[in-house]
């Protein structure tokens, strides 16, 4: 098959995901749309939203529509790293025997990630970005394709742990989920209250996935979009050539390369859902609110003044 057939095959495919996922989830586009383009480019999601905007309902229905391997993992202040990766026990014939964990699946869901303390956090660094994972001295490879899809609840901040810097740039997109609009939240009430449930049909498989990402790697950008994007996280740090005097004045650190990378590959990405063979500027705007917020650290008059990582980040385009 052609690349060219490929894609127009990838634009049926997403077309039936959303429908599939509209089963179950009503409203929250944005938010599957992101999701979904991060599954297609290989990265990892964040999603932050109060309790009861059915993230959790979100990443169980989108793994069940792809058809892959699914574990939730609780995030609690005793979850040890080895709850998540897995130990070494002694057998009956006195052999170390490695038992895996929970993180030797497809898609994992980190449910309230910021509950648990920095060890344990750090547990997924090596997972999310290497693809395996070191017990004992010894490495094992995970599946493919291999997602980390974390919730965070932006309200209740006492006893917990904030994501360290480093921890968040491993995250492609931080998507907000917002709460529905009044005719959603009828739907979600008429459709959740009856003894219906939807029967969820899984669409693609590991193997289509892995070939789709591969396409999405090998559509070509055009240089002017590739200097755009990179102009645009450049703008973010302050104090630089590129700064405009919003980010001097209301961020401390900008964003690094890593953003660039996924802006490109989220704007390939977002080309191929909608058919395009190569991406423009439009696709990179279009993903890089939910790429750049979690990476730009606002400074305290920042705070002070109520200005938020949206109005920043349109100012810079």
């Known amino acids: 098959m052609s690349d060219v057939d490929a894609l127009k095959e990838l634009v049926v495919k997403h077309k039936a995901l959303k429908q599939e996922i509209g089963k179950v989830i009503i409203g929250q586009n944005e938010a599957v749309d992101h999701i979904l383009l991060s599954i297609l480019s290989g990265g990892?999601?964040?999603?932050?939203?109060?309790?009861?905007?059915?993230?959790?309902?979100?990443?169980?229905?989108?793994?069940?529509?792809?058809?892959?391997?699914?574990?939730?993992?609780?995030?609690?202040?005793?979850?040890?790293?080895?709850?998540?990766?897995?130990?070494?026990?002694?057998?009956?014939?006195?052999?170390?025997?490695?038992?895996?964990?929970p993180i030797f699946s497809n898609i994992i869901l980190a449910d309230e990630i910021n509950r648990t303390p920095p060890k344990t956090q750090a547990a997924l660094l090596e997972a999310m970005q290497e693809r395996t994972v070191t017990v004992a001295g010894h490495h094992y490879d995970l599946a493919k394709p291999f997602f980390v899809l974390a919730t965070q609840n932006p309200i209740e901040q006492e006893g917990t742990y904030p994501l360290p810097?480093?921890?968040?740039?491993?995250?492609?997109?931080?998507?907000?989920?917002?709460?529905?609009?009044?005719?959603?939240?009828?739907?979600?009430?008429?459709?959740?209250?009856?003894?219906?449930?939807?029967?969820?049909?899984?669409?693609?498989s590991a193997e289509e996935i892995n070939k789709y990402q591969h396409l999405v790697r090998r559509i070509p950008?055009?240089?002017?979009?590739?200097?755009?994007?990179?102009?645009?996280?450049?703008?973010?740090?302050?104090?630089?050539?590129?700064?405009?005097?919003?980010?001097?004045?209301?961020?401390?650190?900008?964003?690094?390369?890593?953003?660039?990378?996924?802006?490109?590959?989220?704007?390939?990405?977002?080309?191929?859902?909608?058919?395009?063979?190569?991406?423009?500027?439009?696709?990179?705007?279009?993903?890089?609110?939910?790429?750049l917020k979690h990476r730009i650290v606002k400074n305290y008059k920042a705070e002070a003044e109520g200005i938020t990582e949206k109005q920043i980040i349109e100012a810079l385009f």
Not at 68 to 84: E, G, Y
Not at 182 to 204: H, M
Not at 275 to 280: A, F, I, N, T
């Open 221 to 291: 950008v055009p240089d002017n979009v590739i200097e755009y994007a990179v102009t645009l996280v450049s703008k973010t740090r302050p104090n630089t050539d590129n700064s405009p005097e919003i980010v001097n004045n209301y961020i401390d650190w900008g964003a690094g390369p890593r953003a660039s990378q996924n802006l490109i590959l989220g704007a390939k990405a977002n080309a191929a859902v909608h058919g395009k063979y190569s991406p423009d500027i439009e696709d990179v705007q279009a993903v890089a609110y939910s790429i």
């Open 44 to 101: 990892h999601s964040l999603l932050i939203g109060v309790p009861g905007l059915a993230k959790t309902l979100i990443v169980h229905t989108i793994a069940k529509t792809l058809g892959l391997d699914f574990k939730r993992i609780q995030f609690t202040p005793d979850l040890m790293p080895s709850d998540i990766l897995g130990s070494e026990i002694l057998d009956e014939t006195s052999h170390f025997k490695f038992i895996k964990g």
């Open 165 to 204: 810097e480093a921890q968040l740039d491993r995250f492609m997109f931080s998507i907000n989920l917002e709460y529905p609009s009044f005719q959603e939240e009828v739907d979600v009430v008429k459709n959740t209250t009856n003894d219906v449930k939807p029967v969820i049909n899984a669409l693609l």
